[in-house]
């Protein structure tokens, strides 16, 4: 996903989120963007986009959220980019409250603008919005 797409992605999940909504996402740690063949499709390309803690933390701040965990590893599989994993836990600010994409008719509705359809966690009717590879965005109930 490019930087930019980062951006879009991150507006509409916290669009979406209640005001101390919380989601994890993991990225992964270096400069820059590299290109990795896709091992899939034999001739393509997949775009990495690689980030700081504080690249990361700037940006999840600029869109209205606060870091309230971080944990970082290495690859432990071949299978794996071979960059350290960040994944930052984060909080929705109160302060900073964006209003939903549309109202919600019951309470645990995505915003239907989202890039990928959500899906729902079934155990806790909960949305999960996003790539399921990137994002995963819980309401505070589900944490607690």
């Given at each position: 996903m490019g930087r930019e797409d980062f951006q879009t992605v991150l507006k509409k999940i916290r669009k979406t989120l209640v005001p101390d909504g919380i989601f994890?996402?993991?990225?992964?740690?270096?400069?820059?963007?590299?290109?990795?063949?896709?091992?899939?499709?034999?001739?393509?390309?997949?775009?990495v986009?690689?980030?700081?803690?504080?690249?990361?933390t700037e940006i999840l701040s600029a869109q209205g959220f606060?870091?309230?965990?971080?944990?970082?590893?290495?690859s432990v599989s071949k299978l794996e980019y071979p960059y350290r994993k960040?994944?930052?836990?984060?909080?929705?600010?109160?302060?900073?409250?964006?209003?939903?994409?549309r109202p919600p008719s019951n309470g645990k509705?995505?915003?239907?603008?989202?890039?990928?359809?959500?899906?729902?966690?079934?155990?806790?009717?909960n949305c999960i919005c996003g790539p399921a590879s990137h994002f995963v965005a819980y309401s505070p109930e589900t944490i607690a």
């Open positions: 994890g996402l993991i990225m992964q740690e270096g400069k820059g963007d590299v290109q990795f063949p896709e091992p899939l499709c034999p001739g393509k390309s997949l775009l986009c690689l980030y700081s803690i504080k690249e990361l606060s870091v309230i965990a971080l944990k970082r590893r290495g960040l994944l930052l836990v984060s909080q929705a600010d109160r302060g900073h409250h964006m209003p939903l994409a509705d995505c915003a239907e603008d989202l890039i990928e359809p959500p899906e729902t966690d079934i155990q806790s009717g």
